[in-house]
């Protein structure tokens, strides 16, 4: 039960990120926290029972920037993509990263120019723009949305009881 997932609001109830129950646990019982919700679970200890909690609340507040920006990398370009080819649409695991424009040829290093491509794809692509290797993008690039609360959208699922504390939940479990 100590790694049981918590989410950890700030003090304006804002979500700010998902911690173990035994992280959580210290943080309430150095007063920094409180509870907001409690999971079904219990915790004992030599000495005491703790019930695990489900959401906690920081008691002081975290600054945090209002522009979220995602970070460009390769795996986030593969999450974009939904780890499938670009060009042939096959979906693995055995992706490459490919510059739509070439970089020898101009092509920038960002969002817009990078795309996931399987590496048959990528090889008879080669250095090559799609229209020159007759090749057909299936979806134009581009920079994913950014919210700050991407990380915490995959619990969402299978924790009902944060869907409250979490804005725009609804429309991320559609898209998904």
Not at 5 to 15: F, G, H, I, S
Request: include cysteine.
């Amino acid at each position: 039960m100590l790694q049981a997932q918590v989410l950890v609001l700030n003090l304006n109830y804002e979500p700010l990120n998902v911690c173990r129950a035994r992280r959580a646990l210290v943080l309430l019982e150095c007063g920094k926290a409180e509870v907001v919700e409690h999971a079904a679970a219990l915790i004992r200890s030599a000495t005491r029972v703790f019930r695990v909690p489900s959401v906690i609340r920081l008691l002081y507040l975290i600054k945090r920037p209002r522009l979220f920006r995602r970070k460009l990398s390769r795996r986030e370009v593969f999450l974009r993509d939904g780890y499938a080819c670009q060009y042939c649409g096959v979906q693995n695991r055995e992706l490459t990263l490919d510059h739509v424009i070439p970089r020898h040829m101009g092509g920038p290093h960002d969002w817009e120019n990078l795309v996931s491509a399987c590496v048959p794809c990528n090889h008879r692509k080669a250095g090559l723009t799609p229209q020159q290797a007759r090749m057909r993008l299936r979806r134009s690039p581009s920079a994913p949305r950014a919210t700050p609360y991407q990380l915490i959208y995959q619990y969402l699922r299978a924790q009902e009881d944060w869907r409250k504390f979490v804005p725009g939940w609804e429309r991320e479990l559609a898209l998904s």
